[in-house]
C-alpha cells in the first residue's frame, strides 16, 4: 500500500507543486487507499455561508440549481471550493477507512466532523439528498479523505449531530476571541445575531469581565433585540456592515465616544472591511472571521485611514477550538435553544 503525502501533495493534479486548498483540481478517486489517509463516508456538508450565499443569489434560489452547482464545483475540481469566494465549508460523516500508519483515538463506524475546509479536501458526491438553504447544509451519500495532517473532531454522544455540526462549523471565531480579548477591553462585533456572532458575543462577554464592554451589531431588528434579550452583550444597534459611517457613529456612540480595543466581522457578505476597520483604535486588533474579507480591501483600507492596527484574516485553526465551541452550547441554555431552532 501506497503511503500518501501528510499535506495531501499526492492527490494534486493542477497545477502541481501546490498544496490542496490552492490546486484547481485534485485526485477525488476513492479507490486509492493510502496507508495515511482517511476515508469517511460523507452524511452531511455545512458550506461556508459566504460561498453558499453566492451561490444561492448566482442561482436566484433555485434549489435544484444550487444542487447542480454544487455538483459541477465538486465534479470539475473534486472538492467543494466555491470559484468565486474561494471557501468551502465542512462536512460530517462516518468513518469507513483508516491508513495502516495513522495512530488515532477514531475507529472505523465513528462519526466525525471535519475541521479543515472543503476546499482543500477531496470529495465525491454520488447524491444529493437535501438540500438547506436556511443552514447552508447539504445532506449527500458520498465520500471525502482526510489527510495525515488533517483535523477532525469526533461527533460528542450528549449533543445532536446537526447541532454539534452547526456549532463546529464556526469553531474557529469563539475560539480566537478567547485567545484575542481581555479583561476591561470594549470589543464590538458585527453581525452578531448569526451563528458565529453569537457565540462570538458570549466568549467576548465571560472575556472582558466587569469592566470590559461588548458591543454587537446586526442588519435586523430581530437579531438586536434578540441578542439584548439572550444577554449576549452590553448593547447592540441596527445597522449594515456595508456602511462604515453609519456603523462608525453608530458603535461610537455605544462606546461613550472611544474606539474600540477588538472588533470582530462575522458578516458574510461584502465590503463589510471598512465597518470592522474604522471603530478600532490605533494599537488594537480586527479579527475578520468571514470568508467574504478581502485581503486587499482591508490593507489598503486601513492604511487609507492611518489606521495602525492588527488583522486577523480568516476563521483557521485555534488550538482545542472545537472543545472550546461545544462547550459553550453546553454553558448557555439560550444559545443551545436558538441554534437548534435556526440551524438544526
Known amino acids: 500500500m501506497l503511503k500518501g503525502n501528510k499535506y495531501g501533495i499526492h492527490r494534486v493534479i493542477e497545477p502541481q507543486g501546490v498544496l490542496t486548498q490552492a490546486a484547481k483540481k485534485i485526485d477525488n478517486d476513492m479507490t486509492k487507499r493510502y496507508s495515511n489517509e482517511i476515508i469517511c463516508d460523507v452524511i452531511s456538508l455545512n458550506i461556508d455561508s459566504a460561498s453558499f450565499t453566492q451561490i444561492e443569489e448566482a442561482c436566484n434560489k433555485d434549489v435544484e440549481k444550487i444542487g447542480q452547482m454544487i455538483l459541477d464545483i465538486v465534479n470539475e475540481r473534486g472538492k467543494m471550493q466555491n470559484p468565486v469566494t474561494g471557501s468551502g465549508g465542512m462536512f460530517i460523516g462516518t468513518v469507513s477507512y483508516i491508513g495502516e500508519e495513522l495512530d488515532t483515538d477514531i475507529k472505523v463506524g465513528d462519526k466525525i466532523a471535519s475541521l479543515v475546509s472543503l476546499s482543500m479536501t477531496p470529495l465525491k458526491i454520488d447524491k444529493i439528498k437535501a438540500i438547506h438553504p436556511e443552514i447552508d447544509r447539504v445532506d449527500i451519500e458520498g465520500q471525502a479523505v482526510l489527510f495525515e495532517s488533517a483535523l477532525y473532531a469526533k461527533l460528542p454522544e450528549d449533543l445532536p449531530e446537526p447541532l454539534a455540526l452547526a456549532a463546529l462549523d464556526v469553531a474557529g471565531a469563539p475560539a480566537q476571541t478567547a485567545k484575542l480579548v481581555q479583561s476591561g477591553q470594549s470589543v464590538l462585533v458585527l453581525g452578531g445575531a448569526g451563528k458565529s456572532g453569537m457565540l462570538v458575543c458570549y466568549e467576548a462577554m465571560k472575556r472582558v469581565g466587569p469592566t470590559g464592554k461588548v458591543v454587537a451589531m446586526d442588519y435586523s ?69 468571514s470568508m467574504a474579507t478581502s485581503f486587499t480591501k482591508a490593507a489598503l483600507g486601513a492604511e487609507g485611514v492611518g489606521k495602525d492596527i492588527d488583522m486577523i484574516i480568516g476563521n483557521g485553526y485555534t488550538k482545542g477550538h472545537d472543545k472550546i465551541t461545544l462547550q459553550e452550547i453546553r454553558e448557555n441554555p439560550a444559545i443551545r435553544e436558538v441554534f437548534e431552532k435556526k440551524y438544526v
Open 221 to 289: 431588528k430581530e437579531g438586536v433585540e434578540e441578542l439584548k434579550k439572550m444577554g449576549l452583550c452590553h448593547e447592540a444597534f441596527l445597522a449594515s456592515a456595508a456602511l462604515p459611517v453609519e456603523v462608525l457613529d453608530k458603535a461610537l456612540e455605544l462606546n461613550d465616544g472611544r474606539e474600540y480595543d477588538v472588533s470582530i466581522c462575522c458578516v458574510n457578505v461584502n465590503n463589510c472591511e471598512m465597518s470592522a476597520i474604522l471603530p478600532v483604535r490605533d494599537g488594537g486588533c480586527v479579527y475578520f472571521f
